[in-house]
Each structure stands twice: as structure tokens, then as C-alpha cells.
T-cell receptor
Framework: NAGVMQNPRHLVRRRGQEARLRCSPM?????VYWYRQLPEEGLKFMVY????????ESGMPKERFSAEFPKEGPSILRIQQVVRGDSAAYFC??????????????FGSGTRLTVV | GEDVEQSLFLSVREGDSSVINCTYT??????LYWYKQEPGAGLQLLTY?????DMKQDQRLTVLLNKKDKHLSLRIADTQTGDSAIYFC???????????FGKGTSLLVTP
């Protein structure tokens, strides 16, 4: 997972609090994907961002969830008023450079959110 | 969305070959991927194959793709205890930007 940095690794929040998850893609990359992994499930796409632009947010819940990727700094996935069902691992990924024939996606180590 | 299906568990003895299978439904899939996830860790890209190929080999890993049947497999030769992990199959297509994952196959390698 070298290159895609996520923090924090673990986050505990009480119901009703806000959670902020951060992701810095690989150096020189300006696109990030966010995925959610519920316990014993595969990863589900949430949102795809380019710097200062949301490309596809078709996987984002309509309420309480938002994402941004500012010109400077990491991408942020924000969950307001967290509920127990938000407990999951959240992963961010950088796509490969297609111009160099790299179609792989590199994932970060994830943030494990626990809502108590 | 389109489905990606995998069997949930596989147990093999150390030294044997493991074959993990995956089926998908999206006929426009362009790339198919195999990822490995160890407990508490992120996803490690093992390999991927373009849909116009039917086989790809990389050291102990062999990927076979039957596009007609929409069936993908990952063979691990000489399986080691360190190969114990969850293996995810995923596909990408021209119809969307994201990867569509299966639920993962938990591989247990016993001595």
C-alpha cells in the first residue's frame, strides 16, 4: 500500500458525532476513489474525486456523507451524526497511470471507524 | 449494479495449488483484478487482466479468463501459509469509473 496514505488508522466516535477521514493519493496523482467495507463484505464504491471536483458520487449515501478533494491537502470523507451502521473500514484508492499502461488501483491501509 | 460472485471459503494444504473462482455479469468489463487482504490490512493488488486476454502468469500466480462464460480464476501454485488471506475479485467496465468487488474468498492454508 505504499504511496496512498490514510489517517487515522482507527477512529472511534460516539453516535451523533462527526467523523473525518483523510486520504492522500500517491505523489503526483490527482484522483481518488473512496470505498466502504462493511464487516465480512466486499468493498463498495462510494465516490470518485478529482482535485476540486466530484466526478461520480453515485455510491454515496444521500444524507450525512460528503467528500471533498481540495486543491491543496488530502481528500476528506466526512460523516456527520454517525450511527452504528457507519462502523466499517473506509478505503481510498489511487488509479494507475493509464498513459503508461498501468491500469491497477493502489489502495491505502484504510480507516477503521467504530461507532459506539 | 452488476454482480461479482465468489465462493466464500477455500482450504488447502501447504504445497498444494489453490484455485479461487469468480463469476461476473457485466459483459462490458474491460479489466478484471485480483486483490489480497490480510487481517486488519488494506488491499494489495496481485494482478489484473485485460478482457481480450485469456491467461496471464506472474510467478506463482496464474489468471485464467473465460470471457464467454464470464468466469475468472486465480491459481496459486505451491501455496504457502503466508498466502492465507481474503482474495477479492473485481471488475471495471466502460460504464462506470469504479471497481465492482466480490465479497471475497477466505483462503486458509494448513500445514
Amino acid at each position: 500500500n505504499a504511496g496512498v496514505m490514510q489517517n487515522p488508522r482507527h477512529l472511534v466516535r460516539r453516535r451523533g458525532q462527526e467523523a473525518r477521514l483523510r486520504c492522500s493519493p500517491m505523489k503526483g496523482h490527482s484522483h481518488v476513489y473512496w470505498y466502504r467495507q462493511l464487516p465480512e463484505e466486499g468493498l463498495k464504491f462510494m465516490v470518485y474525486l478529482q482535485k476540486e471536483n466530484i466526478i461520480d458520487e453515485s455510491g454515496m449515501p444521500k444524507e450525512r456523507f460528503s467528500a471533498e478533494f481540495p486543491k491543496e491537502g488530502p481528500s476528506i470523507l466526512r460523516i456527520q451524526q454517525v450511527v452504528r451502521g457507519d462502523s466499517a473500514a473506509y478505503f481510498c484508492a489511487s488509479p494507475g497511470q493509464e498513459t503508461t499502461g498501468d491500469y491497477g488501483y493502489t489502495f491505502g491501509s484504510g480507516t477503521r471507524l467504530t461507532v459506539v | 449494479g452488476e454482480d461479482v460472485e465468489q465462493s466464500l471459503f477455500l482450504s488447502v494444504r501447504e504445497g498444494d495449488s489453490s484455485v479461487i473462482n469468480c463469476t461476473y455479469t457485466d459483459s462490458s468489463s474491460t479489466y478484471l483484478y485480483w486483490y489480497k487482504q490480510e487481517p486488519g490490512a488494506g488491499l494489495q493488488l496481485l494482478t489484473y487482466i485485460f478482457s481480450n486476454m485469456d491467461m496471464k502468469q506472474d510467478q506463482r500466480l496464474t489468471v485464467l479468463l473465460n470471457k464467454k462464460d464470464k468466469h475468472l480464476s486465480l491459481r496459486i501454485a505451491d501455496t504457502q501459509t503466508g498466502d492465507s488471506a481474503i482474495y477479492f475479485c473485481a471488475e471495471s467496465s466502460n460504464s462506470g469509473y469504479a471497481l465492482n468487488f466480490g465479497k471475497g474468498t477466505s483462503l486458509l492454508v494448513t500445514p
